[in-house]
């Protein structure tokens, strides 16, 4: 015989039927908007909910108050059973007793089983036990879980935040999903154990355990669609050195698609596993395990803070771009975006392929220079990137960089050059055996946005966004520099001295801010580059300058070393052609001589005050005649 009782809570009018175990069985329901009961009954029975029409809804409110909690008891420990079909819409607080779990999903496989979380699930173990399956939400059948913004799913004292059981029993076929965009926690337990089949993982939000693992898969765990991160995953302490990702037993192949922030180890299992990165950041290792593992750099810029290894492939597509900041083992290599290697040296646990539209990039600061290290063959195509934005000094011309070094064959092709966006300074590549080089050259790259300055300065106009332009022509340009190569002390004194009133002052002035943005181009430049623009813009605005000067110093070198020539044939007439009187000697004949005198005068004038300097050779024959015309007059020519 069954007995029902029915009784109203906060505004619900509910229809219990108590069966032979006393099971409270929740039969139907009105709407419920401020739902207030504890779930009782004998033994380990659980408090079901079973959807007729509608689906059973349990609500509570978000300013939880004593009489808003679902919590399980000593006898019923756990709070809410959720059949096969039913949905729980949480906005309240949800809590299994000590050692069991919040809500346990069971019966019959439904797409319509439901948790939707706007509050608080939570469960908690008690010292000492040692038991896996205490879960905030335990999956021993299929369920869709969204955790909201505001959601909470939190495992404490040991216990887990979400459990999906091996259970198939009840065709359970894999189709469980969990979409988080709050918190999924555990102390010292997993966020998320996955020891059975399920469909996917997305997180927008923050999936997290502090001593134990973020998601942890099981030797039957599997996740047909893959995690997709765009949020937090991280398993233990900021280092990277504990788990977010822990699939090393699982033989199931899983795909791992992230654009957020991931902390942890990722440690991927024997099946054919895949690493999509679409932008974000991964603190720690990544292991591929047993199969056939790719990386694949897809999108975005990418950050690896740790070591890469056990993957065939690695490759970084065009327009995506990874900060490497550890090791990488992988068969091959292939690049076809970007690979920041920063200032250290990276090391390639095989062979390098850098396409066409490929670019390594190298940070050159005070101290170090980044390189690649690679165990085996290196082919070399694109563009190698040099960046010296954190100098407290330019690069000296001449200075070399080893960029890339190869055990194997070293293949760089013709069309391989520099990319020199970050830096001012002009470099130049070449190949010296199995290493790739950069050489600093004199001058300014033409890529670079200094160089774009210049080019913008030269054409008139320089804009800084709108607030502040500076209209300079090539003859006011000339004419600052020429003031500011004649003013005493070094360049910075003359950057000084110049100030804003003139207009190279008001360019340097608006070059030395904090960041200028340049025809589109944000620029942000050191002292010590600005007085690399102000040679260059000697060198290349005002070529002239230097020209004249040496032009001048070669035109008096040749006057001069005339005109000695000339003093000295005059010196010798004057032995004679001032004397007069037969006491004198008086010259008897009046032809005309003919001389001849060579000169060779050499100059040489080195770098000054960031001017470049010259070397002027000058050398000839003067020729000449001359005749007496008169007393004391004497005619020639030379």
Avoid: C, H
Avoid at 261 to 286: A, W
Wanted: neutral net charge; aromatic residues 4%.
């Amino acid at each position: 015989m069954q007995n029902f009782a029915a009784f109203a809570a906060g505004g619900t009018f509910m229809l219990i039927n108590r069966r032979r175990r006393q099971q409270a069985v929740l039969l139907a329901t009105t709407s419920v908007f401020a739902f207030s009961a504890v779930f009782s009954g004998v033994g380990s029975a659980y408090a079901q909910v079973r959807s007729v029409t509608p689906v059973a809804t349990v609500r509570t409110t978000t300013n939880v108050a004593a009489n808003q909690t679902i919590v399980g008891t000593a006898d019923k420990p756990v709070a809410i059973e959720l059949i096969g079909g039913g949905a729980v819409e949480n906005r309240g607080t949800i809590r299994g007793f000590a050692n069991s779990s919040a809500i346990v999903v069971t019966g019959v496989a439904s797409a319509a089983t439901k948790i939707d979380n706007y509050g608080t699930i939570e469960a908690s173990k008690a010292p000492g036990n040692t038991a896996r399956d205490v879960a905030a939400i335990y999956l021993a059948s299929r369920a869709d879980i969204i955790n909201r913004p505001t959601g909470v799913i939190r495992g404490t004292g040991g216990a887990d935040g979400i459990i999906v059981a091996t259970d198939v029993a009840n065709g359970n076929v894999g189709g469980s999903t969990i979409t988080n965009e709050g918190l999924i926690s555990s102390d010292s337990g997993n966020a998320i154990s996955v020891y059975g089949p399920m469909r996917s993982i997305t997180n927008s939000g923050t999936i997290i355990s502090q001593t134990g693992t973020a998601i942890y898969l099981g030797a039957n765990g599997s996740i047909s669609e893959g995690i997709t991160n765009s949020g937090t995953i991280q398993g233990g302490p900021n280092d990277g050195s504990g788990k977010a990702i822990d699939a090393s037993l699982s033989s199931a192949s899983l795909t791992v698609s992230n654009s957020g922030t991931i902390v942890g180890q990722v440690l991927f299992g024997s099946g054919n596993d895949q690493l999509r990165l679409l932008g974000g950041s991964i603190t720690g290792n990544v292991s591929g395990g047993a199969g056939t593992n790719t990386v694949n750099a897809v999108s975005g810029t990418s950050t690896l803070n740790g070591n890469i290894s056990g993957f065939s492939a690695f490759t970084i597509a065009s327009g995506a771009k990874v900060n490497q900041r550890g090791s990488i083992a992988a068969t091959t290599v292939t690049n076809s975006g970007t690979l920041d290697v920063g200032s250290a040296t990276r090391t390639v646990t095989g062979n390098y392929v850098q396409t066409s539209t490929g670019t390594l990039a190298v940070t050159i600061t005070d101290a170090a220079a980044g390189s690649l290290s690679v165990s085996g063959t290196a082919s070399v195509d694109g563009k190698v990137a040099p960046n010296t934005a954190s100098r407290t000094t330019t690069v000296a011309p001449g200075t070399s960089f080893t960029v890339l070094q190869s055990t194997g064959t070293l293949t760089v092709a013709s069309t391989a050059g520099i990319d020199s966006t970050n830096t001012i300074e002009k470099f130049a590549l070449s190949q010296s055996g199995n290493q790739l080089r950069i050489t600093r050259e004199s001058g300014i790259a033409p890529d670079a946005p200094v160089q774009k300055a210049i080019d913008l300065i030269k054409n008139g106009t320089i804009s800084t966004g709108g607030s502040t332009s500076v209209a300079s022509t090539t003859v006011a340009l000339e004419r600052a520099l020429t003031s500011i190569v004649n003013l005493p002390g070094g360049l910075p004194q003359r950057i000084t001295t110049v100030g804003s009133a003139r207009p190279l002052g008001q360019i340097l002035s608006i070059f030395q801010s904090s960041t200028v943005n340049i025809g589109g181009t944000s620029v942000q430049l050191s002292q010590n580059q600005v007085n690399d623009i102000v040679t260059q813009f000697v060198r290349e605005i005002t070529p002239d300058f230097s020209i004249s000067a040496t032009g001048a110093s070669v035109t008096n070198a040749i006057g001069a070393s005339s005109t000695t020539t000339v003093s000295t044939r005059l010196a010798s007439m004057r032995g004679t052609d001032s004397q007069t009187g037969m006491a004198a000697g008086d010259m008897v004949g009046r032809g005309i001589d003919m001389w001849a005198q060579p000169y060779l005068s050499t100059f040489k004038q080195g770098l000054k005050d960031g001017v470049s300097g010259f070397q002027a050779d000058s050398r000839g024959l003067t020729i000449g005649a001359d005749t007496v015309v008169a007393d004391n007059l004497r005619v020639g020519l030379a």
